[in-house]
């Protein structure tokens, strides 16, 4: 049997696992989800020119999740960021901008602590893109850039509030703009998801 065989069948072996997932997942927080999120970061910057500088930015926006496994999600995203300009030390600045920047991702997340009265603890990350249209402050000047993005979690389910979670997340970002030779954010984020099908289960 040659390599490529092998690793087939060993995904195949691995497939009943997957589709009985949804069993370690609480019924009040499976299948379709609603949700708002918001966050800082602090962004880094450094042209072909100059040196690297911190920006201060946030984002907030809003997401659907539709369930492919119990623990496997794809998500739809809708933001806005700002990231504000840097300072002036050096004799230089970069400037700040802004604008909506939609995105796609999956999302993978496995129980870490259960209590059926009290608290469940989820962990998980979600790894996708982004299309980001920009608009430099105080100027008409528009522009296009994709990003990556990799978004570790805490995923909180307090079952006293029915099919609600709370998150937070340390999201990656790493972004591909043509005018700079690095542009990457580190950030923490919350976001509240809201499951409609969750009150069915708990019914």
């Known amino acids: 049997m040659t390599r490529k065989r092998a690793a087939l069948f060993g995904w195949l072996l691995l497939l009943p696992p997957l589709a009985a997932a949804p069993l370690s997942l609480d019924p009040a927080i499976r299948g379709f989800a609603l949700g708002l999120r918001s966050g800082g970061a602090v962004a880094l910057t450094e042209s072909p020119l100059f040196p690297m500088k911190a920006q201060a930015a946030w984002q907030a926006g809003a997401m659907s999740e539709f369930a492919l496994f119990g623990f496997i999600a794809l998500g739809i995203s809708l933001d806005y960021h700002y990231t504000a300009a840097s300072d002036l030390a050096g004799g230089f600045l970069y400037r700040g901008h802004g604008g909506f920047c939609p995105g796609l991702y999956l999302s993978v997340k496995a129980p870490l602590i259960r209590s059926a009265k009290r608290m469940a603890l989820y962990g998980g990350a979600a790894v996708g893109g982004s299309a980001n249209f920009d608009r430099y402050s105080l100027t008409e000047l528009y522009f296009f850039y994709p990003s990556l993005f990799l978004e ?31 542009s990457l954010a580190i950030g923490l984020a919350v976001s509240w998801r809201y499951h409609p099908a969750g009150r069915k289960a708990q019914a």
């Open 152 to 182: 570790p979690f805490l995923e909180f389910h307090f079952p006293r509030l029915g099919p609600n979670t709370f998150c937070l997340s340390a999201p990656l970002r790493l972004d591909f703009r043509r005018d700079l030779e690095r």
